[in-house]
């Protein structure tokens, strides 16, 4: 591809280089490349199932003092798509000449008629009160709805869907509503802390950093007064760097009006960056929308606390294992315990000459499986259509490993491919225990374990033309492909993500009476 002069400095300001944009460009012309589905992880078979879980509590619980113990709150995410059925409603709604029923019937949007019913339990009521006309209490219901909705999204009113999703009220606790952002804290406290601080880091849009600092400088005390803890918060950007050209349909360079090049955010998968740039032994990772009400996290925070107990008892064994191999005094016997170890702990598929390896080749081959970045990541039932999930997936080389594949990477026209996604057992809710430094007590480099061919193309438009973008290898799915990888169910009262605004109507959401 040609680039002027100014288009190079232009990359060369994003932190990019030709090289890599070049491969970008033709990473988005060839197109992505379906996983190979070998079949899906299930109980048993790739998916553990915990029977003791006092065992791994009492593990974290002893373990967890010495580590430092950090939380990475992914929460850059706007929350427009959580209002796109009020949007909806909003552009379509002709309150002159139907009533509501009549526009549910008439455009199928039945989410609203959940919304309108409902107007009393959403936590927005407060702040939407505040602006709402005098003789709000004597409209109609259809009335009182319209109104509320106009409230909520306006842009000169609440301009919610324009918050970052962190920053919505997520919880009426009567004399506090409270966000997300904040409840993590409470989360944090229970089981991402040690001697009493926890650690808490949430990536966020460098355009919000205001609001969130404002927030934290409200709610940040109170809570370690109630919480017994301090909190150490940090927050991180996405980096330009990780920013990914955008091309025309016909593969040729999308411009903008005054002939720059568009470069786009490359999906959640740019957050490793961020990841990389943690210090921490242990990392909790879960996304900014998915917190209970204050009186179900003990069950959220054990769950948590299993998983991390989990992580810390096989990277104990992985590291005295490591620390044998290093002596270079290791016998055959103490080998193939390594490598049991690996199969039956780890989930490692060795290679099928292993048994027929030299005894150097075969002890430098399991320091090299021992030796990656672990997550333990949780895993819950399918109550519904199956979608991304656990897989059991074949790379290129024919090296068969656990891996989360979403969907889209999936070939559904194939028939054997769509037939391990229908026997797919469980889905991933996004809940890693991460493991990121080794037997030394040095920090991996993240960046080392990316299956770069696991990268999303997606189709946008973008001033009324189609261009096609890159999304980088998801931040836990092809961004961690080639770490060692532990699936365990985990309850699906631990899955409570908030997608939509109706959402927040669910029980876990909801302050009991």
């Given at each position: 591809m040609n680039f002027s002069d100014r288009d190079q400095q232009q990359i060369k300001?994003?932190?990019?280089?030709?090289?890599?944009?070049?491969?970008?460009?033709?990473?988005?012309?060839?197109?992505?490349?379906?996983?190979?589905?070998?079949?899906?992880?299930?109980?048993?078979?790739?998916?553990?199932?915990?029977?003791?879980?006092?065992?791994?509590?009492?593990?974290?619980?002893?373990?967890?003092?010495?580590?430092?113990?950090?939380?990475?709150?992914?929460?850059?995410?706007?929350?427009?798509?959580?209002?796109?059925?009020?949007?909806?409603?909003?552009?379509?709604?002709?309150?002159?000449?139907?009533?509501?029923?009549?526009?549910?019937?008439?455009?199928?949007?039945?989410?609203?008629?959940?919304?309108?019913?409902?107007?009393?339990?959403?936590?927005?009521?407060?702040?939407?009160?505040?602006?709402?006309?005098k003789d709000f209490e004597s409209l109609s219901q259809d009335e009182k709805c319209l109104e509320f909705v106009k409230i909520m999204l306006g842009e000169d009113q609440l301009n919610y869907g324009f918050f970052p999703k962190g920053l919505l009220p997520f919880h009426n606790y009567g004399q506090h509503t409270s966000t997300a952002f904040e409840e993590h804290f409470y989360e944090g406290a229970l089981y991402a802390s040690s001697k009493g601080e926890a650690n808490l880091?949430?990536?966020?849009?460098?355009?919000?950093?205001?609001?969130?600092?404002?927030?934290?400088?409200?709610?940040?005390?109170?809570?370690?007064?109630?919480?017994?803890?301090?909190?150490?918060?940090?927050?991180?950007?996405?980096?330009?760097?990780?920013?990914?050209?955008?091309?025309?349909?016909?593969?040729?360079?999308?411009?903008?009006?005054?002939?720059?090049?568009?470069?786009?955010?490359?999906?959640?998968?740019?957050?490793?960056?961020?990841?990389?740039?943690?210090?921490?032994?242990?990392?909790?990772?879960?996304?900014?929308?998915?917190?209970?009400?204050?009186?179900?996290?003990?069950?959220?925070?054990?769950?948590?606390?299993?998983?991390?107990?989990?992580?810390?008892?096989?990277?104990?064994?992985?590291?005295?294992?490591?620390?044998?191999?290093?002596?270079?005094?290791?016998?055959?016997?103490?080998?193939?315990?390594?490598?049991?170890?690996?199969?039956?702990?780890?989930?490692?598929?060795?290679?099928?000459?292993?048994?027929?390896?030299?005894?150097?080749?075969?002890?430098?081959?399991?320091?090299?499986?021992?030796?990656?970045p672990i997550r333990v990541c949780g895993m819950v039932k399918n109550e519904g259509e199956p979608g991304g999930g656990p897989f059991w997936v074949e790379d290129e080389k024919g090296t068969v490993s656990l891996q989360i594949v979403e969907s889209a990477q999936i070939d559904t026209s194939n028939k054997e491919q769509s037939e391990i996604l229908s026997n797919a057992t469980h889905f991933n809710p996004v809940d890693l225990v991460c493991g990121i430094k080794n037997h030394k007590g040095e920090k991996f480099n993240l960046l080392e374990y990316v299956d770069h061919k696991t990268a999303f193309i997606t189709m946008k438009s973008k001033n009324g033309v189609d261009i096609k973008a890159l999304e980088l290898p998801g931040l836990w799915n092809g961004s961690m492909a080639f770490w060692n990888t532990i699936f365990v169910e985990v309850p699906l009262s631990t899955f409570n993500p908030v997608k939509t605004a109706n959402d927040l109507l669910k029980p876990a959401h909801q302050i009991k009476a």
């Open positions: 300001s994003n932190g990019l280089t030709l090289d890599k944009v070049n491969a970008q460009i033709e990473l988005i012309k060839t197109g992505m490349a379906f996983s190979n589905l070998k079949k899906a992880a299930t109980i048993g078979d790739g998916i553990l199932k915990v029977e003791n879980e006092s065992k791994y509590l009492e593990t974290f619980d002893a373990k967890s003092k010495s580590k430092a113990l950090v939380k990475f709150v992914p929460a850059s995410g706007a929350a427009s798509r959580m209002f796109k059925f009020l949007f909806a409603f909003i552009k379509d709604y002709d309150s002159k000449n139907e009533s509501l029923e009549g526009f549910i019937a008439r455009t199928d949007n039945k989410m609203i008629a959940k919304f309108s019913e409902n107007i009393q339990k959403l936590p927005f009521l407060k702040d939407v009160m505040g602006k709402a006309s880091h949430f990536t966020i849009s460098e355009a919000h950093e205001e609001k969130f600092q404002k927030v934290l400088k409200a709610v940040k005390q109170p809570i370690e007064t109630e919480t017994n803890t301090k909190f150490n918060v940090s927050f991180s950007f996405q980096k330009s760097a990780t920013e990914t050209i955008a091309i025309k349909a016909d593969d040729t360079l999308y411009r903008e009006h005054d002939e720059s090049l568009l470069f786009r955010p490359s999906g959640h998968g740019a957050l490793l960056e961020n990841l990389n740039d943690l210090d921490g032994d242990v990392v909790f990772i879960k996304n900014i929308d998915n917190v209970v009400v204050k009186d179900q996290l003990e069950g959220v925070s054990n769950s948590k606390k299993i998983l991390a107990g989990i992580l810390l008892e096989v990277q104990e064994q992985a590291f005295k294992y490591l620390d044998l191999i290093n002596t270079g005094d290791i016998s055959e016997k103490e080998m193939l315990e390594i490598a049991k170890f690996l199969t039956q702990k780890m989930n490692v598929v060795l290679v099928e000459d292993f048994d027929d390896l030299a005894p150097t080749d075969k002890q430098n081959y399991l320091e090299t499986q021992l030796n990656k």
